[in-house]
């Protein structure tokens, strides 16, 4: 699987947008960005994955650059339960792949 | 909401005690799977399975044992619990096919003493 580089932390005012950055420049043409927070350490929960183009749930929007070498999960309004660990993972999708969580963003959502 | 049970949600224990960490999902997912994590450090894949009796060793060296008898059943065992075992264990499950999308539990916080 690539590897993925996140900053360590990063903050942001309630209400306002949080944009998640991500690289990954070894990404292979078969993988998948995925995205996963983990909330003071409950089991981690999927937000969204992608491959080319950008994509949007009720949760988060996913922005991948053309040469998907890079990524930003958009949070459109952030909220307060929002803080928390997020992981950028990128994973093929065949039967036997895996997810490998590295260290992660840690958001912080201040008042 | 994910339907996917671990139990007990938190367990001290004597050293040289054995335990089973349990792992339920009603999803009729076919992959399973057990992380560790240390508290503020990463989760670690320890063992995962693809199906019933399969059962495969992950990134991270374990001295727990697994098994899958039943689809929705993936239990943990430590034969001999050591203070090294002390960690949250995380279990998951996934579809076999398609997308990556993996549903956790709240896990299970063990204390060896």
């Known amino acids: 699987d690539a590897k993925t580089t996140q900053p360590t932390s990063m903050d942001c005012a309630e209400g306002r947008a949080a944009n998640l950055p991500c690289n990954h420049s070894?990404?292979?043409?078969?993988?998948?960005v995925y995205w996963y927070r983990q909330i003071h350490s409950q089991g981690p929960q999927y937000i969204i994955h992608?491959?080319?183009n950008n994509e949007t749930n009720e949760m988060a929007s996913l922005i991948i650059t053309e040469d998907r070498k890079s990524s930003t999960l958009i949070l459109p309004h952030a909220t307060l339960r929002d803080t928390a660990v997020y992981y950028c993972?990128?994973?093929?999708?065949?039967?036997?792949?895996?997810?490998?969580f590295g260290k992660g963003i840690t958001l912080s959502v201040r008042p | 909401e994910a339907d996917i049970y671990q139990t007990p949600r938190y367990l001290v224990i004597g050293t040289g005690k054995k335990i089973t960490l349990e792992c339920s999902q009603t999803?009729?997912?076919?992959?399973m799977y057990w992380y560790q994590q240390d508290p503020g450090m990463e989760l670690h894949l320890i063992h995962y399975?693809?199906?019933?009796?399969?059962?495969e060793k992950g990134d991270l060296s374990s001295e727990s044992t697994v098994s899958r008898i039943r689809t929705e059943h993936f239990p943990l065992t430590l034969e001999s619990a050591r203070p090294s075992h002390t960690s949250q264990y995380l279990c998951?499950?996934?579809?076999?096919?398609?997308?990556?999308?993996?549903?956790f539990g709240p896990g299970t916080r063990l204390t060896v003493t």
């Open positions: 998951a499950s996934s579809v076999r096919q398609g997308s990556y999308e993996q549903y």
């Open positions: 399975s693809y199906g019933v009796n399969s059962t």
């Open positions: 993972i990128v994973t093929a999708t065949g039967a036997n792949s895996k997810l490998t």
């Open positions: 070894t990404i292979s043409g078969n993988e998948y």
């Open positions: 999803m009729g997912h076919d992959k």
């Open positions: 992608g491959l080319k």
